[in-house]
């Protein structure tokens, strides 16, 4: 009995139940409606240049390729964004330089496919900067690349440097495409590829899948920051990267400072000059003629500080007797002995030195002891 009255329960609720589904249609989720959002697609254009170079897209291949970085990098949202409000600061610039080079505008897109305009990239293979020049290109394209100093980081000298070598690219090749990529693989590989394949138009010759890549890439990027709003980006202008104001100062480094001692000598911070001059590496500014970085305003004072500093600089060193040396920044063993007609042998035997490391400021003895004792190596 007890069982039936449940049973009429249950059958009584399940058809309350049913009349309220149909009373109310809009409790229901239609089989065909999906629970997820959908996402419309960005059409890539009928017709691109770049360079002023028209890319063929009638040949559907390339069209593809163009397709393929479209759509990666246009939904990569928040990297899209971070490409504009970097442009913000670092495109006015490479404008002028490319104008006064008389070179394409579409150039700057290069920097932003490189690096993504971060200005102290490194990849694994070790290019370096918002150019990505290797070591070697760099040193031949006139940067310094020393062991206190990595000119690759400055993004005036650095982009000098990099439009210097595309124009050079194209002369040799005679298009911007096929520069562009011998800036990506090396002049040395694509002139390889022209003659095996007897090709001069970069769309039909077959290299590396990153080097061809890396021109849709390009053309991606220009696509997009051309027009952002066509493809979902809405940025107001006070939310960009402005250029940071600073004063660049001509310097003649003859000893070695610590940059903490100029920077308290101009009224700023170690942090603050290190930001400014991401191509000094270290804590101390390295010697010879270059430029330096200061916080606006801060400019006009930078002659007297130096020339302050460096001659307390120089007062300790003549302090030192003849028969020492203090090391400086940069110094290793084998220069402090070719510098002082002493070997390397020699110099380790004197300062009882294991391996090769020293620190700046250590007083290192030139010559023997005057008595008849003579330190050994444990």
């Known amino acids: 009995m007890r069982g039936l009255l449940l049973f009429s329960r249950l059958t009584t609720f399940l058809l309350a139940l049913n009349l309220l589904m149909l009373l109310l249609p809009s409790l229901t989720f239609p089989a065909e409606e999906s629970a997820y959002p959908v996402f419309e697609h960005f059409p890539t254009p009928k017709s691109i240049s770049l360079c002023d170079e028209p890319m063929p897209l009638e040949n559907h291949r390339v069209w593809e390729m163009l397709d393929r970085e479209l759509t990666i990098s246009v939904w990569d949202r928040a990297q899209v964004f971070l490409w504009l409000k970097r442009a913000a600061r670092y495109f006015p610039y490479i404008e002028k ?67 210097n070598y595309l124009k050079h690219l194209k002369e040799i090749f005679g298009t911007w495409t096929l520069a562009l990529a011998a800036y990506n693989c090396g002049d040395a590989r694509l002139k390889k590829e022209i003659e095996e394949q007897k090709v001069t138009d970069y769309y039909r010759l077959n290299l590396a899948l990153e080097t061809e890549r890396f021109i849709f890439r390009i053309a991606a990027i220009k696509i997009i920051m051309e027009n952002p709003e066509r493809y979902g980006y809405s ?137 008849s004792y003579m330190p050994t190596l444990p």
């Open 97 to 163: 330089e490319l104008d006064k080079a008389g070179m394409p505008e579409d150039l700057k897109y290069l920097a932003v496919a490189e690096s993504a305009l971060l200005t102290r990239t490194r990849s694994r293979k070790g290019a370096t900067g918002p150019w990505q020049f290797m070591a070697h290109t760099a040193r031949r394209k006139g940067l310094r690349k020393e062991r206190m100093i990595d000119e690759r980081l400055d993004f005036e000298r650095s982009t000098g440097a990099a439009l």
């Open 235 to 371: 940025m107001k202008p006070e939310w960009a990267y402005r250029p940071i104001k600073c004063d660049t100062v001509p310097v003649r480094i003859r000893i070695s400072l610590h940059i903490t001692d100029v920077a308290l000598a101009l009224g700023t911070d170690f942090k603050v000059l290190k930001e400014l001059n991401p191509q000094i590496l270290g804590y101390y500014l390295p010697t010879g003629r270059y430029k330096i970085k200061v916080p606006s305003g801060l400019g006009s004072g930078m002659a007297s500080v130096l020339k302050r500093l460096t001659l307390s600089a120089s007062r300790r060193m003549k302090k030192v007797s003849d028969g020492y040396y203090v090391v400086q920044p940069g110094d290793t063993l084998s220069h402090i002995a070719m510098r002082k007609g002493i070997s390397v042998a020699s110099l380790k035997r004197l300062n009882r030195i294991r391996g090769s490391l020293i620190r700046v400021g250590q007083k290192l003895r030139l010559r023997p002891w005057s008595g």
